[in-house]
C-alpha cells in the first residue's frame, strides 16, 4: 500500500502533468491567468440536481454545484486524475492497507462557522456507516459500492477515531484497491456536523418510486468549499452561490456563480449566444466549429468515461441466455455510431473502462458488426421474435452520451434490422429514468454509461458489476466474487492482471451489458471566460474563474 512518502512522491511527480494542461487550455482560451475579480458567471446545466447532500447523489448535475460548496479529504490535480491534498495534508496507511490515518489542515471552517477537525471527519463516516433507514441507504449508491455495504449489512467500514483534533484515523476490515483515491469522492465530502443535526440531515423518506429528502439536503448544504449556498429558486430554474470569503484555499474570483438548469441543448447553446448565460457543458459535437466561429471557448476534456447498453434479465427470461446477449452485441454498429453521433476522438468499446486504466485488457472477446450472426444466435436460442422495452433518458447529456436520443434511435434501428421489436421508454433522467432502470430495474434494455471518478479499474467494473443491482437483474455471485478478489489483491502486477481477467471474463463467458464507445466529452465558455481547467474526472472547480466585465 502506498505510505505518505510514496503518495507526496505521486503528488509531486504529477504537477508537470497539471502544469502542461493548463498550458494547453490556455492555449485553448481557457487557462488558469488571473483575471478580473467580481461579477457573476452563469452556468447552463443540463438538469436540475437531484439534491445537494454529497452523500444521496451519484449524478454530475448534482455534483456540479455539490463541488463547489464540499471539500473531500483527497482531491485531484486539476486537469488531471493524479490525487492531491484536500481537506487532509497528507495520509498514510499500514501495509496491510486496513488502517488510514489523516493530518487535517488546521484552521479550516464550515460555511455556518464551526470548525473542521478530526471529530467532524470521524462524524461524517460514522453517519454514512451507520444508516440503517432504506430509503436513505437506496441513495448512497457510492458509499455502498466502496465500503460494500453499511454496519448493519456488512460493510468494510469499522470505525474512525480523532487521535488528537488534527488527525481522523479510519478503519478498515480488509484492503481494497479504491484506496486512497475513493476518498476524493464528491458523495464523500464532509458536511458541518451542526448543520446535518439543526437540519435532520437522514430524514429520507420514500413514497412508491419517489423520494423525500430532508432540508438540509434541499435549502441548507453546509461544506467547506469555495463557494456557499445561497438559494435555489425553483420557479426560475437557478441555483445561486456565492463566494466564500474565509475559504481554505485559492478564493474565488467571481462574487456569484449561478447554475441555469435549461434541459434543452439547443435552448442552452442560443442562450451562450446571446449572452444570458456564460457557458455549458457537454455542447454537440456538430456545433463545435460554430461556436468557435462564434468567439466561444470549446475546451476538450481527456477522454475517461465509457457508454454500454445494459441488459436487464430479470424481466424477460430470453435475455438469461448469454447467446441472446451476445447477437445484441453483434446487432450494433458501434462503428458508425461512434463515426456520426460522436465527437472526434471517440472510440468503439471493446470493455467497460478506458485504456489507460491498469487492468485493461487487449485480448477480450469481439463483438463486431455482424447482423447475421446475431439473427443466427437469436434463432438458435428460440429468440427471433423477441420483444424487449428500451429504456433512454431524456432532459439530459452526458459526457459518455451528448444526445441519448439519437444514440437510441441508432441502437434501436440496428436492433429492429435483426427481427427484434424494439419499445421505446424515453424517461426524464431524474425523476423517472434513474428511478426506473437503477432503482425499480423495470427495464429490459437501457443507454447509461460513466465517468470514471479516480484511475482504478474498481471504479469501473467494480462499481458496475462487483454486487448486485437491479441495473442489471437478479444476482451473479460468481462474477461478484472474482471481481472482488480482484479489488482485494494488494500487489499491484497481480492487481491489475486479475482485472485483465475479470475483464475477459466479463465479456466472454458474462456479457451483463455492451460496452458501446469512450468519447473525448467537451465544455464551452464565452470569450469573456478566463480560468477553467478541464478535468477528466468533469470534476471542474470555478474558483480559479474569472469573467471580464463589459
Given at each position: 500500500m502506498p505510505t505518505t512518502r510514496r503518495l507526496l512522491a505521486t503528488i509531486a511527480a504529477g504537477a508537470l502533468a497539471v502544469s502542461l494542461a493548463a498550458c494547453a487550455t490556455s492555449e485553448r482560451g481557457g487557462g488558469t491567468q488571473a483575471g478580473a475579480t467580481g461579477g457573476t458567471m452563469v452556468f447552463g446545466a443540463a438538469g436540475a440536481p437531484k439534491n445537494f447532500?454529497?452523500?444521496?447523489?451519484?449524478?454530475?448535475?448534482?455534483?456540479?454545484?455539490?463541488?463547489?460548496?464540499?471539500?473531500?479529504?483527497?482531491?485531484?490535480?486539476?486537469?488531471?486524475?493524479?490525487?492531491?491534498?484536500?481537506?487532509?495534508?497528507?495520509?498514510?496507511?499500514?501495509?496491510?492497507?486496513?488502517?488510514?490515518?489523516?493530518t487535517l489542515r488546521q484552521g479550516v471552517k464550515f460555511h455556518d462557522g464551526?470548525?473542521?477537525?478530526?471529530?467532524?471527519?470521524?462524524?461524517?463516516?460514522?453517519?454514512?456507516?451507520?444508516?440503517?433507514?432504506?430509503?436513505?441507504q437506496s441513495n448512497m449508491i457510492y458509499y455502498a459500492?466502496?465500503?460494500?455495504?453499511?454496519?448493519?449489512?456488512?460493510?468494510?467500514?469499522?470505525?474512525?477515531?480523532?487521535?488528537?483534533?488534527?488527525?481522523?484515523?479510519?478503519?478498515?476490515?480488509?484492503?481494497?484497491?479504491?484506496?486512497?483515491?475513493?476518498?476524493?469522492?464528491?458523495?464523500?465530502?464532509?458536511?458541518?456536523?451542526?448543520?446535518?443535526?439543526?437540519?435532520?440531515?437522514?430524514?429520507v423518506s420514500q413514497s412508491g418510486d419517489s423520494f423525500s429528502y430532508p432540508a438540509y439536503a434541499t435549502d441548507h448544504p453546509t461544506g467547506t468549499g469555495a463557494f456557499k449556498f445561497e438559494s435555489y429558486d425553483r420557479t426560475a430554474n437557478t441555483i445561486t452561490l456565492v463566494r466564500n470569503d474565509d475559504y481554505w484555499g485559492e478564493k474565488a474570483k467571481l462574487d456569484k456563480l449561478v447554475f441555469k438548469i435549461i434541459p434543452d441543448?439547443?435552448?442552452?447553446?442560443?442562450?451562450?449566444?446571446?449572452?444570458?448565460?456564460?457557458?455549458?457543458?457537454?455542447?454537440?459535437?456538430?456545433?463545435?466549429?460554430?461556436?468557435?466561429?462564434?468567439?466561444?471557448?470549446?475546451?476538450?476534456?481527456?477522454?475517461?468515461?465509457?457508454?454500454?447498453?445494459?441488459?436487464?434479465?430479470?424481466?424477460?427470461?430470453?435475455?438469461?441466455?448469454?447467446?441472446?446477449?451476445?447477437?445484441?452485441?453483434?446487432?450494433?454498429?458501434?462503428?458508425?455510431?461512434?463515426?456520426?453521433?460522436?465527437?472526434e476522438g471517440a472510440e468503439v468499446a471493446t470493455q467497460f473502462m478506458p485504456k489507460t486504466v491498469a487492468g485493461y485488457a487487449d485480448d477480450v472477446e469481439q463483438y463486431p458488426y455482424d447482423p447475421q450472426k446475431a439473427k443466427d444466435l437469436l434463432a438458435q436460442a428460440g429468440a427471433s421474435n423477441l420483444t424487449l422495452n428500451f429504456y433512454y433518458p431524456t432532459e439530459v447529456t452526458r459526457p459518455y452520451m451528448p444526445n441519448p436520443t439519437d444514440l437510441f434511435q441508432l441502437i434501436s434501428e440496428n436492433l429492429k434490422q435483426v427481427g427484434i421489436t424494439v419499445n421505446a421508454v424515453p424517461r426524464p433522467w431524474n425523476g423517472g429514468f434513474k428511478d426506473d432502470v437503477q432503482t425499480a430495474g423495470k427495464q429490459d434494455l437501457h443507454l447509461l454509461g460513466w465517468t470514471g471518478d479516480y484511475n482504478d479499474a474498481g471504479n469501473f467494473i467494480g462499481t458496475f458489476f462487483g454486487r448486485e443491482k437491479?441495473?442489471?437483474?437478479?444476482?451473479?455471485p460468481a462474477m461478484y466474487a472474482q471481481i472482488n478478489a480482484a479489488d482485494a489483491e494488494p500487489d499491484p502486477v497481480k492487481h491489475a492482471a486479475a482485472y485483465q481477467q475479470a475483464n475477459r471474463d466479463l465479456m466472454a463467458k458474462y456479457l451483463p451489458a455492451v460496452p458501446i464507445s469512450s468519447s473525448p466529452p467537451a465544455i464551452v465558455v464565452s470569450g469573456a471566460i478566463q480560468g477553467l481547467v478541464p478535468s477528466p474526472l468533469t470534476d471542474e472547480r470555478f474558483n480559479t474563474v474569472s469573467k471580464t466585465q463589459s
Open positions: 447532500d454529497p452523500i444521496f447523489n451519484d449524478d454530475g448535475e448534482s455534483f456540479r454545484p455539490i463541488r463547489q460548496m464540499y471539500d473531500t479529504l483527497i482531491t485531484y490535480k486539476a486537469g488531471t486524475t493524479d490525487l492531491a491534498p484536500g481537506l487532509a495534508t497528507e495520509w498514510s496507511s499500514t501495509p496491510d492497507g486496513k488502517t488510514w490515518t489523516f464551526t470548525p473542521l477537525d478530526a471529530a467532524a471527519v470521524c462524524t461524517n463516516f460514522d453517519r454514512w456507516a451507520d444508516t440503517t433507514s432504506e430509503a436513505a459500492d466502496v465500503f460494500e455495504g453499511f454496519k448493519n449489512s456488512g460493510g468494510i467500514y469499522q470505525g474512525c477515531r480523532a487521535t488528537d483534533p488534527n488527525t481522523a484515523v479510519i478503519s478498515l476490515s480488509k484492503y481494497k484497491g479504491a484506496f486512497p483515491a475513493a476518498f476524493g469522492l464528491t458523495s464523500l465530502s464532509i458536511s458541518s456536523p451542526a448543520a446535518l443535526k439543526q437540519y435532520d440531515a437522514d430524514n441543448e439547443n435552448a442552452r447553446k442560443q442562450e451562450l449566444t446571446a449572452g444570458t448565460i456564460d457557458g455549458y457543458d457537454y455542447p454537440s459535437p456538430a456545433d463545435y466549429n460554430a461556436l468557435k466561429q462564434a468567439g466561444q471557448q470549446v475546451l476538450i476534456r481527456q477522454p475517461f468515461n465509457v457508454l454500454y447498453m445494459g441488459i436487464n434479465t430479470k424481466n424477460n427470461p430470453a435475455l438469461e441466455d448469454i447467446r441472446v446477449r451476445q447477437a445484441l452485441a453483434y446487432a450494433i454498429d458501434r462503428q458508425a455510431l461512434v463515426q456520426t453521433k460522436l465527437p437491479a441495473e442489471f437483474g437478479p444476482e451473479d
